[in-house]
């Protein structure tokens, strides 16, 4: 059957000289679309228009195709659908409350498909009359939050939020969207928080939920006073938080359940045999292969949970036992390029089913442990603008962290210690690491480890400058907290030295490249003061003595990185040039690292002399470092364990109006006219009393 023929609700082929036969709802809504008003010659138009099974895709090409002067022909007609829409949310037949639904999602999609330049204004005439749009909203949304608040069908309450995130997504800006001004107004925030709480509820619907907040937050957000924004920032209510950061947790446990099973998939069988054979040739096509698309959407969420409101913070490291959802059952969703995987909410199995059976192998986790593994995975590749963008948020959700009191002192505690497996790039040069070998620490040493992680495996030629600087930023927050409250971290410290001498020679090795789209001294400056934070306050929160004696050692062995990145900031900072004043910061930082190296490189060479060795161990070199601190001079520098502190305006107002942008385009293509299927909703409602 012709898409043309499915559209006009064909029931059966006739011979060709006879028309087709249409729906019956098809017909009134051609009556819809006349000059006439329908419930003229038919006084029960609008009582039996509810009853019919609602014929989506024809109603909204219907409307699509009404050009300028047929709008203003029959905008009464179109306003009175609207209306007996509304007043059917009242009825006590869910039949016509499920078809008003629908059909209200129609009208909204419809209009705002075919008016795309048309401004809010003459959208909100159009669908319900200017002079009237205030009160049919106000009744729109007391009926919707009325269905969401009750004890009624869970399909519908389905329904309810599926209509509210058609409703926020049909523009691709969502401040755009004037017809949000009356949802604001008239605020659903409560029965969403409702939603959140309840175990059951939750368990249903709370993924839609949590997303609809997440957009209806980013509202006008920089322009106007948003109430979803206040009244979230002051949420206090333990179950409601929990039940939030639940939704989050499944949502991305079960985006790194599957990462995982692909993962696995990748190394097993056939292919996992011809790589060792043949050596490395396929590994790019491999990684390629886990390149899955993030869940940005339940990202911002998060996000806007951490940054908003304090008392979220407590729900990220709230313990409880971790979940091995491929344990449960679970009906697979298929990923297909509408739904790509980790967009899709967690199946419902696992969503409603908080007391899973427990293993006593299996070590406690909690919100912050799972994001932790997600951001692992999504920050491993960041080739395309897409993921670029979700590595990005995923620092900033933890440069939120980092800066808030309460999440530094259970970051750092010691009574709290987790194993937390991260995913690691596949690089030729290291093997991988084995799950078993990761000890229990507190927790700010996996946020270390990634902050290490990225650095070492995004040395490359387009250079991510953006998160180098947040990675960066991140690992000087939490050493400022360690400095402050005198936190001595029993962490491989030379992992994050060697790192960083590691990326100073990456930036000497590729300064004319990056400089003709970066300002590497800026980052330079940035590296160069951790290790003025170590050399300065290390005594404060080094484990041990031992450890700042390796810090000297560090230093002193890639001596030639730091004598090189002097050299080169002093031949810029001596030329007039666009970055003479950056690299003149970068030549006054370097200043007690220089006293180091030229303090103890002459003490090791005479000491080797001294001595007739060549080459001295790593032992001896400590004992040169030992013996010679006390006639060593350096400079106090001010500042170094002061940062700024974050804000999202105006630095990152147009980044997430574009992640906005993009997550809503992602929603309204998954709400898509099969969500929205009768067929479940009739079965449920199949008798009508």
């Known amino acids: 059957m012709s898409q043309v023929e499915k559209k006009a609700g064909l ?78 949310l009242g009825e006590e037949h869910q039949i016509k409350v499920v078809n008003a639904l629908q059909t209200l999602c129609a009208l909204f999609r419809g209009v705002h498909q075919k008016n795309k330049s048309a401004s809010g204004f ?36 389905s329904l309810c939020l599926k209509l509210l995130l058609c409703l926020v997504t049909v523009t691709d800006n969502i401040s755009q969207n004037t017809i949000l001004e009356y949802v604001m107004i008239n605020s659903i925030f409560e029965a969403i928080l409702q939603i959140l709480s309840d175990v059951s509820s939750r368990g249903q619907h709370g993924y839609d939920a949590v997303v609809l907040l997440a957009l209806l937050v980013n509202y006008r957000k920089y322009e106007s006073v948003n109430p979803y924004i206040v009244k979230l920032s002051i949420v206090d209510d333990e179950p409601t938080l929990d039940g939030m950061g639940m939704v989050v947790h499944q949502a991305l446990t079960e985006y790194n359940r599957q990462y995982k099973d692909k993962e696995e998939e990748n190394q097993g069988g056939f292919f996992s045999t011809l790589t060792s054979m043949v050596g490395s040739m396929f590994i790019a096509d491999a990684d390629e292969k ?53 967009t ?16 006593p192998n299996l070590q406690t986790s909690n919100l912050l442990i799972t994001f932790l593994k997600y951001a692992s995975i999504v920050m491993q590749d960041t080739k395309d603008e897409h993921r670029l963008n979700s590595a990005r948020l995923c620092l900033i959700i933890l440069t939120c962290i980092a800066e808030d009191q309460y999440a530094d002192a259970f970051l750092h505690d010691d009574n709290m210690n987790f194993r937390v497996n991260l995913h690691r790039m596949p690089m030729r040069h290291r093997k991988k690491a084995v799950d078993k070998n990761i000890p229990s620490r507190p927790l700010v040493c996996a946020v270390l480890d990634l902050m290490v992680e990225f650095i070492v495996t995004h040395m ?49 090795s590729n300064e004319t490249t990056l400089l003709a789209k970066h300002n590497i001294f800026h980052l330079a400056l940035l590296v160069v003061n951790l290790f003025n934070m170590f050399i300065t306050y290390g005594d404060t929160f080094l484990p041990t ?24 900031v002093l031949r810029v900072s001596t030329n007039t040039g666009q970055w003479k004043e950056a690299a003149s910061k970068v030549t006054h930082a370097l200043v007690n690292v220089r006293a180091i190296i030229n303090h103890f490189n002459p003490k090791i060479e005479s000491y080797a002399a001294t001595n007739h060795i060549s080459q001295l161990s790593e032992e001896q070199v400590l004992e040169v470092v030992r013996s010679n601190y006390d006639t060593l001079t350096l400079k106090l520098q001010d500042g170094l364990d002061q ?38 909703l009739l079965k449920e409602f199949s008798t009508i009393s």
Not at 40 to 59: A, I
Not at 320 to 340: L, R, S
Not at 649 to 662: C, G, H, N, T, Y
């Open 643 to 680: 940062f700024e502190r974050y804000s999202e305006q105006p630095k990152e107002a147009a980044f997430f109006k574009e992640l906005v942008r993009s997550i809503s385009l992602n929603v309204r293509k998954n709400v898509s006219l099969n969500t929205l299927s009768q067929d479940v």
């Open 460 to 508: 490359m030629k387009d250079f991510p400058m953006d998160l180098y600087l947040r990675c960066v930023q991140i690992i000087h927050k939490l050493l400022c907290y360690q400095k402050k409250c005198r936190i001595r971290l029993h962490y491989t410290w030379r992992e994050l030295w060697s790192a960083l001498i590691n990326l100073l020679k990456f930036l000497l």
């Open 290 to 342: 886990l390149s899955v698309q993030t869940n940005e959407a339940i990202l911002l969420a998060l996000y806007e949970a951490v940054h908003l409101n304090r008392n979220f913070i407590t729900v990220l490291a709230q313990s409880h036992p971790e979940i091995d959802i491929a344990a449960t059952p679970i009906t697979p969703t298929p990923t297909t390029p509408t739904t790509p995987l980790g």
């Open 122 to 157: 003459d959208i909100i005439n159009m669908l319900m009359g200017f002079d009237k749009a205030e009160q049919r909203m106000k009744d729109l949304m007391e009926r919707l939050d009325s269905l969401l608040c009750g004890d009624g069908s869970e399909s519908l309450k």
């Open 11 to 88: 029931l059966r082929r006739t011979s060709s000289s006879k028309k087709p036969l249409k729906e019956k709802v098809v017909l009134m809504y051609d009556e819809i679309f006349a000059k006439e008003d329908p419930a003229k010659n038919n006084p029960r138009f609008w009582d039996e228009l509810f009853l019919m099974k609602v014929n989506l895709e024809y109603l909204e090409s219907k409307l699509e195709s009404v050009d300028g002067e047929e709008v203003q022909r029959i905008q009464d007609n179109i306003n009175s659908l609207f209306h007996h829409c509304v007043q059917a």
């Open 344 to 359: 899709t909410p967690p199946s419902l199995d696992m969503m409603s089913n908080p007391e899973l059976p427990l293993d």
């Open 545 to 568: 003595s031992n450890s700042y004696d390796e810090l000297y050692y560090e230093i002193v062995r890639m001596h030639q990185v730091f004598d090189n990145l002097y050299c080169m």
